[in-house]
């Protein structure tokens, strides 16, 4: 009985030894590791490894927006050319367009396939145009309603020219169901504008400028549609005619 008791607490002892021993090692490695600095050198490598990255992240997004900036004012240019075209057709000055609803849908429609092939071919979540002007200027609310379109591309990392998947956001059902585009729930025929909101600011800083459009556009961020619950970065070009008149935005 005595002998076993002995031989445990020796080997009780010698494990309390073995522990120590290697908590002196450990000690000792981590004082040498401070002391030739060790760490800071890991710290240093982890630092510029993420400073790298987060360096190339922040070129591919700034690349990102200026290749939509550049397509989006060719866009702009387009549907400008599009709809003054018609205008001239119909007889009528682009700074009257307000006082010819009934063109409104029209210039719609000829817009539309012109905004469809833009979003398909890019990385965008969607793309819009709305007109400074509304389809029934006899309501109350026609002061704050304004007529246009918006297209949402649903998987806008993925460019799938075979079947891409688009929905209606904004716009006259007549012309989703022509291009035969599904309704998204927060769908409504006009975009709601307020004063000093994306639309009226790049509606004011166009008109009267000389300024290229190349100039004159501007990401506005956190925007949120009226009765729209997703947040995003707009993209906001001027359409204007060759008179100088300002008839609407797109992005």
């Known amino acids: 009985m ?3 008791k002995a031989r445990l607490s020796l080997l009780w002892y010698t494990f309390v ?17 401070f002391s030739t600095g060790g760490f800071s050198v890991g710290f240093r490598e982890c630092h510029l490894f993420l400073k790298n990255e987060l360096e190339h992240i922040t070129g591919d997004v700034t690349r990102e927006f200026d290749t939509l900036s550049v397509e989006g004012v060719a866009l702009a240019e387009l549907l400008t050319g599009r709809i003054e075209s018609r205008l001239e057709a119909e007889g009528v000055k682009p700074s009257e367009l307000k006082d010819h609803p009934h063109l409104l849908e029209p210039i719609l429609i000829d817009s539309a396939n012109l905004m469809l092939m833009a979003l398909t071919k890019n990385k965008s979540s969607g793309v819009y145009l709305i007109l400074d002007a509304t389809v029934n200027p006899a309501l109350p609310t026609a002061e704050y309603s304004r007529a246009g379109l918006f297209l949402k591309n649903m998987e806008p990392n993925v460019i799938n020219l075979a079947s891409p998947m688009i929905r209606f956001l904004r716009g006259s059902a007549s012309i989703a169901r022509k291009m035969h585009i599904d309704f998204l729930p927060q769908w409504q025929m006009e975009f709601q504008v307020t004063p000093g909101d994306f639309f009226h600011k790049t509606i004011n800083a166009a008109t009267g400028s000389d300024l290229p459009l190349s100039r004159l556009y501007y990401w506005n961020p956190s925007s949120v549609l009226a009765r729209n619950y997703e947040k995003a970065m707009l993209l906001c070009v001027p359409l204007r005619t060759s008179d100088g008149t300002v008839i609407g935005i797109c992005g």
Not at 17 to 33: D, K, N, S, W
């Open 2 to 4: 005595f002998n076993k």
């Open 17 to 33: 030894y073995f522990i120590l021993f290697l908590l002196a090692i450990m000690t000792g490695v981590l004082l040498i590791l």
